[in-house]
Structures are given as C-alpha cells and as structure tokens.
C-alpha cells in the first residue's frame, strides 16, 4: 500500500445552522492510530459525520485530502470508494437487506465485479468467527434486533472485510463486553500493520492502554485543544476535562 495521510486542514463543520466543529486540522499518517477524545457534544460525532459526507454535517470551511485526493465535495460512496470508512456510533438497522449480501457488494465494489460466493462467504465467516460474532447473524437484516454489542462487532467485520486505507471509529468500543472490546482491538491492530490509518473516537482510557495510538487529541467545542501521547489518555482519567476547558 503507497503511503498516503489523511489530511483534514481547518474543517469547520455546521449541521441545521449551528456550528458543530470549529476549525480542526490534523494529519493521520497510513498505519498510525489517531484518539479522538472529548466530553459529550463537544463535536466528535459531527466530524465524523461530516468527513464521511453526511448530508446534514455541511464543510462549511477548510478540506478534507487522502493523499493528493481533495475528499470534500464528494458524495459518501465516492469517499468510500476512495478509501475512507467509519463506523458511526449508532448504526442504523437496515431490513431487507442481509448482512452478508450488504457485506459481498461492498467488498466487490471497488473491484467493478462481484467476489465468487463461496470464496466469499468462507472468508466471512471465519473473520465473524474471529469477532466473535454468531454466524448466524450472517443471514439477518442488517442490524436488526442486534444487540448493542452486535452491532459493533457487525461494524468491525466490515472494516475487516473492506481492509479501508483509513477508518474512523466513533465509539465501536461503547457497549462491548471486556472480550470483545479485546477483540475489536486486536483486529484494529491487525488491520493497522497492514496500512490502514486510524481515528478513533472514544470515552475509555483501556483503548489508548491496548492501542498505544501516536497520538490523542483533546476536542472541546468543537475544537482541538490539546495533542499529546497516550498519557493524555491517563491525564483524562485522572482529571476529567475540567483542566482542558
Ligand atoms: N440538529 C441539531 N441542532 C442543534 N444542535 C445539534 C443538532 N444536532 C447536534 N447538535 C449538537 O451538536 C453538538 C455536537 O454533537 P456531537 O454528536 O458531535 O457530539 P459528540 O462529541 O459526538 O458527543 P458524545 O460524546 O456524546 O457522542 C451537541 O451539543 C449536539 O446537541
Ligand atoms: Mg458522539
């Protein structure tokens, strides 16, 4: 994999007219892991949103680039099909569409012809096996009447699935239990020495312990307002956001 950044340069973000993100820029290199911590409603969700091209977040300032690639006036499939992917942090249950159909087209997409099923579905299931998630999930609607915990591990079977060039994960590990919050970490890492870059949203101190990500930004506002290591991670634990505001 050529190593590109992902690249987000003064991003202001506002959803139903009120603004949500005020002015992010950072850089996430190919294989680095990235936190993006924060109180509630300070605007982590926003800019994920936004930088999967939610209609409802607008970019109304600064840009989003994949290696030389300008993302910010793309539609949502053009981004994934650049490479981006986010796991958003209340997926949506889809029925009448079956998670492992959902799961071949996305995978065959990029490659303008569909996976054999067999192949496909071996591949499948021993990645759901390694997430430990039931196989017969495989043959639902999409999300539905998953659990919470489901649903997560149905998000980090995509991701594995689709090997993104870069991936944002809002909360994936909200709502897991100690297994799988250990198996949703072991398969980031996975994916990271392969290439993939990440930034990953989340309220846990244990992801920066099981990760140690390169960097953990602090956002507050709708701003980042402090970059450090993964100490920052420990110092939030410690101190709450009292000393960031
Ligand atoms: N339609 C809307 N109108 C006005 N404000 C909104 C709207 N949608 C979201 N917001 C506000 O935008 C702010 C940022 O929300 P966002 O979901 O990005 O926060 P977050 O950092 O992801 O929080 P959490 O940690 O709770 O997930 C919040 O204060 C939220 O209430
Ligand atoms: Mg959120």
């Given amino acids: ?10 991003i202001r973000i506002s959803r139903d007219g009120r603004e949500a993100v005020g002015g992010v820029s950072l850089v996430v290199g190919s294989g680095e892991i990235h936190l993006l911590m924060g109180p509630n409603g300070s605007g982590k969700s926003s800019l994920a949103n936004a930088l999967m091209g939610h209609p409802r977040y607008r970019i109304t300032g600064g840009a989003v680039r994949l290696g030389e690639q300008d993302l910010t006036g793309l539609k949502p499939e053009e981004r994934a099909r650049a490479g981006l992917f986010l796991s958003m942090q209340y997926p949506p249950e889809v029925s009448g569409v079956v998670l492992s159909e959902f799961l071949r087209q996305v995978v065959s ?14 591949d499948l299931e021993r990645q759901a096996d390694a997430l430990g998630l039931d196989r017969s999930l495989l043959d639902r609607g999409l999300n539905e009447g998953f659990s919470g915990g489901e649903k997560k591990r149905a998000e980090m079977l995509q ?36 290439g993939t870059g990440f930034l990953i949203i989340t309220h846990q101190s244990a992801v920066a312990r099981h990760l140690s990500p390169d960097r953990v930004h602090v956002m507050v506002d709708g701003r980042i307002v402090e970059t450090g290591g993964p100490e920052l991670a420990e110092r939030i634990e410690r101190e709450g956001y009292e000393g960031f505001r």
Avoid at 3 to 9: A, F, M, Q, T, Y
């Fill in 1 to 10: 994999m050529r190593s590109e950044n992902l690249i987000l340069k003064g």
């Fill in 109 to 122: 997409a990029p490659h303008d012809r569909p996976v054999g099923v067999s192949e496909f579905r071996e």
């Fill in 159 to 194: 991701l594995v699935m689709m090997r993104p060039k870069f991936a944002v994960l809002d909360e994936t590990d909200s709502g897991l239990d100690v297994d799988g919050l250990k198996t949703v970490t072991t398969a980031v890492d996975g994916l990271r020495r392969s």
